[in-house]
């Protein structure tokens, strides 16, 4: 797991005091949401996906679903997600703790619209126990990733 390293990519950015870890698991949205006190909604999944130009992870809303024609209109191709150990291989961490820091290289992320509405986010930190408190603004500051629409519209996303 690269937990020091997500620590280390969030200390170079000024966000250190914003990481949390949990003695409880948090690597579903209901555990992260439970674990964190918040709604569901604000916990961000990022799902991993191998594409033919590489693997790919894509910040959510924790109550979203990806929309699979959007994700073919845009990345040209079908969602196809990596099974169990694979995730960590092309990602660099393990289920339940995929972020968009510390990425393996060559691992490009993308995020999502469904995450812009909330004043703060919850995405994983690199393993099943924690998570990092950011505005979407500040996730997409320090990802540098751009926003895409590969979300089915739901009035339970918000």
């Known amino acids: 797991m690269r937990v020091e390293q997500v620590k280390d990519f969030l200390a170079k950015h000024g966000l250190a005091a914003q ?10 949205v209901e555990l992260a949401a439970k674990a964190i006190g918040c709604p569901p909604q604000q916990i961000v999944k990022t799902l991993a996906f191998k594409t033919k130009t590489g693997p790919i992870v894509i910040c959510i809303c924790g109550t979203s679903k990806i929309d699979n024609p959007k994700f073919k209109a845009l990345f040209g191709e079908k969602a196809v997600f990596p099974h169990g150990e694979e995730v960590e291989q092309l990602t660099g961490h393990p289920v339940g703790g995929v972020c968009p820091f510390a990425l393996n290289e060559g691992v490009r992320v993308f995020l999502d619209e469904s995450i812009r509405p909330f004043d703060f986010v919850y995405p994983a930190a690199g393993a099943p126990n924690n998570a990092v408190k950011l505005t979407p603004e500040q996730l997409q500051q320090i990802t540098r990733a751009p926003w895409v629409d590969v979300t089915k519209s739901s009035l339970n996303a918000i």
Do not use: E
């Not at 949390?20 to 579903?28: I, K, L």
């Open 19 to 28: 990481y949390m870890q949990f003695a409880v698991s948090s690597a579903t």
